[in-house]
């Protein structure tokens, strides 16, 4: 491998030694951000098939109640209908908190069904109690679907960001600091060999001294 997919750093021992511990924090590191990674994708997934159930009861409950409120409009005329809607209460009670889940922050939502009060108006038809009804529901649900698409909105953005870091790790970082390490310890055991070779010319020419010197 050419210079450029190595790390910058002196061939000596010490360094050698800190770069093998360095790659093995960076091994661990790239095993727990895997694991992560799978649990967040399988969470994806399981989110992905909740999302996709509550958004059809959404739709099926939106549907149901704005054919109530076309036969409510139908009976009671736009009028009446709108004077009536003025007078009602609050028929739902939200709220919103915090939540997490692996490390992914997001908003949960609850709904609570409030009683739904007589309305005092004459002229108010059945299909209008229908309407308050089914609009109630299909408030309920698109809390909750509010609250599944942001949760599966936000674990597909950690899962993405999860496997970029599992990429880099696998395929650019922790390859560089094996080929440095790789070519620190070839140039140690080059630099062993040419120590080595320096010694035996030594003996050799200290041999051949003593050889000459002897009558």
Known sequence: M???QRIKAPPTKNTLLNLRKQVKFLED?????ERKRELLTRLVYERVGEYRKLRQETHQAIRSAYRWLGVAHLRM???SLQQAGLGISPSLRVN?????SMGVEYPAVSAERLPLEPVG???TDT???ETRKGLTEAA?????LGEAEMALSRLMAEQRKAQKRVNALKYNIIPRYRSTIHYIESALEEEERNVLFQIKLLREKEARKATEKQP
């Open 2 to 4: 050419n210079g450029q």
């Open 29 to 33: 590191g790239h095993a727990l951000l």
């Open 77 to 79: 005329g736009s009028r």
């Open 96 to 100: 919103i908190i915090p939540r997490r």
């Open 121 to 123: 108006l004459l002229g």
């Open 127 to 129: 299909s209008f109690d």
């Open 140 to 144: 309920l649900l698109l809390t909750r």
